[in-house]
C-alpha cells in the first residue's frame, strides 16, 4: 500500500490545499506504480502545533501579522 505521510504547520494550508496534496501524490503513487494502487493508497497530513517544529537548533514560529 503505497503511503505519503506530511507534516505540515497547523493552519499552514488551507482545505482546498490539502486536497490538492492528496490528489497530486495519490497521481504520483499512480504514475510510479499503476492505475491497481488507486485504491490502496493512503495521503496523511499531520497539523505540527506551531512551535512543535525546528531544525539547527532553531524553533519555527508562524509569523503572525
Excluded at 497547523?10 to 490538492?20: G, H
Excluded at 490502496?40 to 512551535?51: F, Q, R, S
Aim: no cysteine; proline share 6%.
Amino acid at each position: 500500500m503505497p503511503f505519503a505521510n506530511f507534516k505540515v504547520p497547523e493552519r499552514a494550508l488551507s482545505a482546498r490545499q490539502k486536497e490538492d496534496l492528496i490528489h497530486k501524490t495519490t497521481a504520483l503513487f499512480i504514475e510510479l506504480f499503476g492505475g491497481e494502487v488507486r485504491p490502496y493508497t493512503m495521503v496523511l497530513i499531520e497539523e505540527v502545533a506551531d512551535g512543535g517544529y525546528g531544525r539547527a537548533d532553531e524553533v519555527f514560529t508562524i509569523p503572525r501579522d
